[in-house]
């Protein structure tokens, strides 16, 4: 991540004063993940012609039905015009010349010569540069130059972490886009996720990697979405925060106890409703688990105390940014200081109006196979809810962004995703796991792509190849797909690699 300002929307809702804190709106569930650097062309394209719809079960002597996923593209980044600015030496020297000639005549009618003429001369020299620019000369310069304006949808990472460096509270939080809310998914820390670096962690564990932006890259590659920067505090650095804005009010619901080292046990803050919880017994609350919960319900308390204060932040940057700043050491961000204080203010605004949705990552069981076990992403329901509420946040193919390429698993042997995953990011792909096919025995493995555009045919060839498969592998999906932006359904043909 790099540090780049933002120009940050505001919600369409009127300020309003935030309700009652009742328990967070929350259905709690997890993410999946990898890094960023396109891959490198095929040699070329397989014939348009020898490429199937996958509706057709070409590929797939056997007959079975074949897979129908999706991929469609989020917006580009906004621009905004610079003016010209020609004319400076010219209009400075005929203000000199007009004073000098006038010098006879008194200061106030000079004054105003010079500044009649000045005008002129900017009027000139502004319908010369457009008709100029507009001449059709090659030579012409351009009269503006358009410049980013940042992000569409700016997204930030939040996340609390243990005493063990385990992010146990993780939230995606998004301002802007074209829809009217703001939005906070949160990922269950237990959901299984593969990393870029290798291999499969639950995603809490990610926090522990020495690279600052592991969980972030993590988490994009997993669901598609551009995550702009990250924020991470330990338990320290949290209660601070709520320190900052005076506590919160809010109902809780169970006793947080912590044991001590003689054996006995210390209530940080008791069950009940309306407490006001100072930072210590706040940060407790939020990354409490108790006794056989299962990890959402540790989420929703995080989502609860974190939406109280972000709705008692100050409207001011500059006093923001200052609290921010006095976090210390115990959190650290990959924005300024500056800009992650315009962020969490404009986020505050969306709060006290409350146009903010409050989602949970959809996860299903770790049906893939091999020794991982636990829950992963259900890409189907994350692609629907990406579209929704992270439209103009979405990754797009490219330079900036590796080709995120979904696999299942169609014959059902344990293990099969894996195999291929190690080639796919051997080859400069990020890997999705997409868990078994909804129908097994697929003799012919597929390679779905989007289009029978040339640059799609290409890059199925290029995937076949680095999955050592024919180019006949290659499909066309007939309506699109927005799982992921290539689909590979491994059947019997697929040989992974030999392990050790």
Do not use: C
Not at 86 to 104: H, P, T, Y
Not at 317 to 325: D, G, L, N, R
Not at 454 to 480: R, W
């Amino acid at each position: 991540m790099t540090d780049r300002p933002l120009d940050l929307p505001g919600p369409d809702g009127p300020a309003l004063d935030l309700p009652a804190p009742d328990s967070a709106p929350v259905d709690l569930p997890a993410p999946d993940l990898a890094d960023v650097t396109p891959p490198s062309p095929p040699d070329g394209p397989p014939a348009a012609e020898a490429v199937p719809d996958v509706t057709r079960g070409a590929g797939n002597p056997d007959g079975a039905p074949d897979v129908d996923p999706t991929v469609t593209s989020g917006s580009g980044r906004t621009t905004t015009p610079l003016p010209p600015d020609g004319g400076r030496a010219a209009r400075r020297r005929a203000s000199e010349e007009l004073a000098q000639a006038d010098a006879v005549t008194s200061r106030r009618r000079v004054v105003i010569a010079a500044g009649v003429v000045v005008a002129l001369l900017a009027a000139i020299v502004g319908g010369y540069l457009v008709v100029r620019g507009s001449s059709g000369d090659p030579d012409a310069s351009p009269t503006a130059t358009p410049t980013a304006t940042g992000p569409a949808q700016p997204t930030l990472l939040v996340q609390v972490t243990d005493k063990e460096g385990i992010a146990v509270g993780n939230a995606l939080l998004s301002i802007g886009g074209t829809g009217t809310l703001a939005n906070m998914l949160t990922i269950t820390p237990d959901t299984i996720v593969d990393v870029a670096t290798g291999g499969t962690m639950p995603f809490g564990e990610v926090d522990r990697l020495p690279d600052a932006d592991a969980s972030a890259n993590t988490l994009s590659d997993s669901i598609g979405v551009q995550i702009d920067g990250t924020w991470t505090m330990d338990k320290l650095a949290f209660s601070g925060l709520v320190d900052a804005v005076g506590g919160v009010v809010m109902d809780v619901n169970a006793d947080v106890i912590e044991e001590q080292p003689d054996g006995t046990q210390k209530v940080l803050a008791g069950s009940g409703q309306h407490q006001l919880l100072q930072g210590p017994a706040a940060a407790a609350y939020a990354t409490f688990l108790g006794q056989g919960e299962p990890e959402a319900a540790r989420t929703a308390r995080f989502v609860d105390v974190l939406r109280l204060t972000l709705a008692k932040l100050p409207t001011d940057p500059t006093k923001t940014e200052a609290i921010v700043s006095g976090l210390g050491a115990s959190a650290r961000s990959t924005q300024s200081s500056r800009d992650l204080a315009k962020f969490l203010v404009k986020l505050h605004e969306y709060v006290l109006a409350d146009n903010v949705a409050y989602n949970t990552l959809p996860v299903v069981p770790n049906d893939a196979g091999g020794a991982t076990t636990g829950q992963r992403i259900d890409q189907a329901a994350t692609a629907e809810l990406v579209n929704k509420d992270f439209v103009d946040a979405k990754r797009q193919p490219g330079p900036n962004s590796k080709t995120r390429v979904l696999v299942q698993n169609g014959v059902g042997t344990p293990g099969l995703n894996t195999g291929a995953r190690d080639l796919l990011v051997e080859a400069g792909y990020t890997f999705v796991n997409g868990g078994n096919a909804a129908v097994r025995g697929l003799a012919a493995t597929q390679v779905i792509v989007p289009d029978r555009s040339a640059e799609s045919l290409a890059l199925g060839a290029d995937i076949a190849k680095a999955l050592a498969l024919p180019t006949t592998a290659v499909v066309v999906a007939t309506e699109g797909q927005s799982i992921a932006d290539v689909v590979v359904v491994l059947g019997r043909d697929f040989v992974p690699p030999a392990q050790g």
